[in-house]
């Protein structure tokens, strides 16, 4: 069965920054690209981040791009999230995804429960 | 980037009825075009890939069609498990936008 287990979130001051994990088990993480997807209070999902099985193809939404950074440890099945200059509107439940493929052009299968950013003074 | 624009916002429905739910991209994605439903404090949940293939255990209620810029979700026979928010999301190219939603309420 596979799962997705985010970890990382919290409470933290704008500005500062925090490194969001996942923990992926039941399948062969390595053949499979990885996403990072956020919902923010009241609004719609906002895909935020995707890699690729080799990191060798890396995207980013216009919002964060400069600010995250998305990687991946296939030797511990790990996929992370470093997000550096958080602004309020940062604050978000965010979800790993596992995708169907191990490219770019691939869809979200698999999702986590999430963990919750709260970027606050 | 890809802009998706997914209407209506809303959509009042009853117990029954058939819905369809539209999604259009700024430019051509061929059908790299994928629905996903949410419910409140649940994870999103994948119904159709490749804009018109249901996900494994996924009803045949749920049916997807289109190419390039214009996709469609139809849901018939709508029971109360069924209300819910829907998104449509292109995986054509990063980054991967989604729609804006369609929330389906009941009547």
């Known amino acids: 069965e596979v799962q997705l287990v985010e970890s990382g979130g919290g409470l933290v001051q704008p500005g500062r920054s925090l490194r969001l994990s996942c923990a992926a088990s039941?399948?062969?993480?390595?053949?499979?690209?990885m996403h990072w997807v956020r919902r923010a209070p009241g609004k719609g999902l906002e895909w935020v981040s995707g890699?690729?099985?080799?990191?060798?193809?890396?995207g980013y939404a216009d919002s964060v791009k400069g600010r995250f950074t998305i990687s991946r440890d296939n030797a511990k099945n790990s996929l992370y999230l470093q997000m550096d200059s958080l602004r309020a509107e940062d604050t978000a439940l965010y979800y790993c995804?596992?995708?169907?493929?191990?490219?770019?052009?691939?869809?979200?299968?698999?999702w986590g429960q999430g963990t919750l950013v709260t970027v606050s003074s | 980037d890809i802009q998706m624009t997914q209407s209506p916002s809303s959509l009042s429905a009853s117990v029954g009825d058939r819905v369809t739910i539209t999604c259009r991209a700024s430019?051509?994605?061929?059908?790299?075009l994928a629905w996903f439903q949410q419910k409140p404090g649940k994870a999103p949940k994948s119904l159709i890939y490749?804009?018109?293939s249901l996900q494994s255990g996924v009803p045949s209620k749920f049916s997807g069609s289109g190419s390039g810029t214009d996709f469609t979700l139809t849901i018939s026979s709508l029971q109360p498990e069924d209300f819910a928010t829907y998104y449509c999301?292109?995986?054509?190219?990063?980054?991967?936008?989604f729609g804006q939603g369609t929330k389906l309420e009941i009547k």
């Open positions: 995804a596992k995708a169907d493929c191990s490219g770019a052009s691939c869809y979200s299968v698999y």
């Open positions: 039941g399948f062969t993480f390595d053949n499979y690209a």
């Open positions: 890699i690729s099985w080799n990191s060798g193809g890396i």
């Open positions: 430019q051509g994605i061929s059908n790299y």
């Open positions: 490749a804009a018109s």
């Open positions: 999301q292109q995986y054509n190219s990063y980054p991967h936008t």
